[in-house]
C-alpha cells in the first residue's frame, strides 16, 4: 500500500504503562473504538511490570514509609530503574505519574498529550512512590479527580482512552470530537432520539423543525443553561 510518500509517517502514539498488575491491560481499551484501533496499530501499548525490577530474591518493591504510618511506599532505587528501561534517554514522550495530589486531567491536556508522541505512565500503588523519584525522574502527577483510587492503573486506562479517541481516524465521525462536552467550554446539549414519543414526553419541536440554524442556536442555549446550572466554574474559566 505504501507508495513512499508516508515513509516518514510519524510513528503511532505510544502508551508506556510502568504498573505491578499488567494484566489490567489492555482490558476495556481492548473493546470497541480503542481496542479497533490497537489492533490495526492506529496507536501501541505497552504495559511494563515494575516488579521485573524489584529488589533480591523476592523482588521486593516497595518498604514502609521513613517516619513510621500505615501503609507501603514504592521505592525509588525500583522505580527509577524501570523507567529508565521503560523510557531512556532520547525518548520525549512526556512522563506522567498517576496522582491524586496532581493537576486534575482537563479535555485541554487530554488533547494536546493526543498531537504528542505518547506518555509514559507510572502507576502508583499502596501509600504512593518515594518523592524523590517523582524529582529525579520528572514526573508529572495527574490526577482524574477528587477521590482515592487503589491503584494507578485505572487512571491510566482513563486517560489513555481519552486519548486515543482523539487520534486521526480513531473515531467514527470527525466531528464527534469537536462537539463535545469541555471542547468549546460547555457542557453538551441535550440529545434525542426515535421514537418521536415516550411516555408522554415530546421531542424538543425545533429538532424535528429542519431549520438548521434554529438547531444551532437552541442547542447553543441548552449548553449554556446546563453549564450555568452544573458548572459555572466552566464559564468563569473563559473569562480573561
Ligand atoms: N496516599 C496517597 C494515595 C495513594 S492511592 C494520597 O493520599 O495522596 C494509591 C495510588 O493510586 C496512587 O499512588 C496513585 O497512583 C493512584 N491514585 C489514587 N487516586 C488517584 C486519583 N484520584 N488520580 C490518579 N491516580 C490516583
Known amino acids: 500500500m505504501s507508495d513512499g510518500s508516508d515513509s516518514a509517517a510519524a510513528a503511532p502514539w505510544r502508551a508506556t504503562v510502568l504498573t505491578l498488575y499488567p494484566e489490567m491491560f489492555?482490558?476495556?481499551?481492548?473493546?470497541?473504538?480503542?481496542?479497533?484501533?490497537?489492533?490495526?496499530?492506529?496507536?501501541?501499548?505497552?504495559?511494563?511490570?515494575?516488579?521485573?525490577?524489584?529488589?533480591?530474591?523476592?523482588?521486593?518493591?516497595?518498604?514502609?514509609?521513613?517516619?513510621?504510618?500505615?501503609?507501603?511506599?514504592?521505592?525509588?532505587?525500583?522505580l527509577g530503574p524501570a523507567i529508565d528501561a521503560a523510557s531512556p534517554e532520547g525518548d520525549l514522550r512526556p512522563r506522567l505519574l498517576m496522582s491524586p495530589r496532581g493537576k486534575p486531567l482537563t479535555q485541554a491536556r487530554v488533547r494536546a498529550l493526543s498531537e504528542g508522541l505518547g506518555a509514559v505512565i507510572v502507576c502508583g500503588r499502596f501509600e504512593g512512590v518515594d518523592e524523590r523519584v517523582i524529582e529525579g525522574?520528572?514526573?508529572?502527577?495527574?490526577?482524574?479527580?477528587?477521590?482515592?483510587?487503589?491503584?494507578?492503573?485505572?487512571g491510566a486506562l482513563v486517560l489513555i482512552d481519552a486519548c486515543v479517541r482523539l487520534l486521526p481516524g480513531v473515531m467514527g465521525k470527525h466531528e464527534s470530537g469537536v462537539e463535545e462536552s469541555f471542547e468549546g467550554g460547555l457542557l453538551e446539549y441535550p440529545h434525542y432520539t426515535r421514537p418521536r414519543e415516550w411516555e408522554g414526553r415530546a421531542i424538543p419541536d425545533v429538532l424535528m423543525g429542519g431549520n438548521h440554524a434554529a438547531i444551532a442556536r437552541w442547542r447553543h442555549e441548552q449548553s449554556l443553561v446546563l453549564t450555568r446550572a452544573r458548572r459555572p466554574d466552566l464559564l468563569a474559566e473563559e473569562a480573561p
Request: net charge negative; aromatic share 2%; glycine share 20%.
Open 26 to 78: 489492555p482490558g476495556p481499551l481492548g473493546l470497541s473504538l480503542s481496542g479497533d484501533a490497537l489492533a490495526r496499530g492506529a496507536w501501541c501499548l505497552e504495559p511494563r511490570q515494575i516488579r521485573e525490577h524489584g529488589l533480591g530474591r523476592h523482588r521486593n518493591v516497595d518498604d514502609t514509609p521513613a517516619g513510621g504510618g500505615a501503609g507501603m511506599v514504592l521505592r525509588c532505587d525500583v
Open 137 to 154: 525522574r520528572g514526573l508529572e502527577e495527574v490526577s482524574i479527580g477528587d477521590y482515592i483510587l487503589s491503584g494507578g492503573e485505572i
